[in-house]
């Protein structure tokens, strides 16, 4: 391997103060984007951040740089690439000597080529990176890369897209003000038993968001490897906005308190950059309509009580 421009060196030096090598109990993100269905298969690849070891696509990795506050991050880039193995002769007769009924239709098999290099964004100089690390770089630029290709990682989307919201700070929405709401039928009104709550769709009944205009439970979002929720709630907002009704707000069931709650907006313009995914928002709503909600049930309550008792009561006629 030829010696790298010291320029890129100097670049790199001038991040590595920064970095970290990832623990066994660490969490790193390197199967998909934090903000986008991107993975290393992408055609951009996905940038395993060395500081937070969050994972970015081509897209978004510049957002990343920007809420860091860094002039320049250090990255590793991972480029996967697969490639379909053609069957040999032998296999070709025997599939096709097999009787029809027993014929199976396997997957082709597959080769996957994997590339790395260290990245410094966002002036994108980068060096190659082996599977064995790279000695031309500082010591500790190749101990958090080689921690990073070496960790198990997360093994599923769920955990890097919560981490991304716990990061960035949900702003305010801007459908929360005048955000359209329509009467719920007395039939779909919402229960007070957590155990009867159920995703409309598929009646999943974990990872529930209730949508802020009218009503409807639907399941979080699915993602790209299965994991999250039943995607009842996307698909609800999809239906409505076909009907010419934007209800993006939902909140997230299990999490309102007299302090708020998680209110997600399916709207790709609701937040700081526009995304297909939507946004983690506040919604300013959400705290008084939640007031007013637990003043109300408490309320019940007391009568509940009061009804319950009255007739061990000996109160004179």
Not at 222 to 245: C, I, N, P
């Amino acid at each position: 391997m030829s010696d790298p421009p010291e320029a890129t060196l100097s670049a790199i030096r001038g991040c590595m103060s920064s970095v970290k090598a990832a623990g066994a109990f660490d969490k790193v993100h390197k199967e998909e984007c934090a903000f986008s269905f991107d993975t290393p298969y992408s055609s951009g690849g996905l940038y395993v951040n060395l500081s937070n070891h969050l994972g970015f696509g081509e897209q978004c990795v510049a957002l990343d740089v920007e809420r860091s506050g860094a002039p320049a991050c250090l990255y590793l880039h991972e480029r996967w690439t697969k490639t379909v193995v053609p069957p040999t002769a032998e296999e070709e007769a025997a599939k096709a000597a097999a009787p029809a009924k027993l014929k199976i239709e396997e997957p082709p098999a597959v080769v996957v080529d994997k590339v790395y290099e260290i990245v410094v964004m966002p002036t994108g100089e980068r060096l190659p990176f082996p599977d064995g690390g790279n000695d031309a770089l500082p010591y500790s630029v190749n101990e958090a890369a080689l921690s990073v290709l070496k960790h198990e990682g997360t093994g599923g989307r769920a955990d890097a897209a919560n981490a991304a919201w716990e990061e960035e700070e949900a702003q305010p929405s801007k459908y929360a003000a005048e955000l359209a709401q329509e009467a719920c039928p007395v039939e779909s009104r919402i229960s007070p038993d957590p155990n009867s709550w159920k995703c409309a769709m598929t009646g999943a009944t974990e990872n529930l968001w209730l949508n802020l205009s009218d009503g409807y439970i639907g399941g979080g979002r699915k993602y790209a490897d299965g994991s999250g929720g039943s995607g009842g709630a996307l698909d609800h907002f999809t239906e409505m906005k076909a009907q010419g009704k934007v209800y993006p707000l939902c909140v997230k069931l299990g999490t309102i308190t007299a302090a708020g709650a998680d209110v997600y907006s399916y709207a790709p313009d609701d937040g700081p950059y526009e995304d297909a995914q939507g946004h983690m928002v506040t919604d300013p709503q959400v705290t008084v309509v939640v007031v007013v909600v637990v003043v109300v049930l408490v309320l019940l309550l007391l009568v509940t009580l009061l009804v319950a008792l009255t007739p061990s009561l000996h109160l004179p006629l």
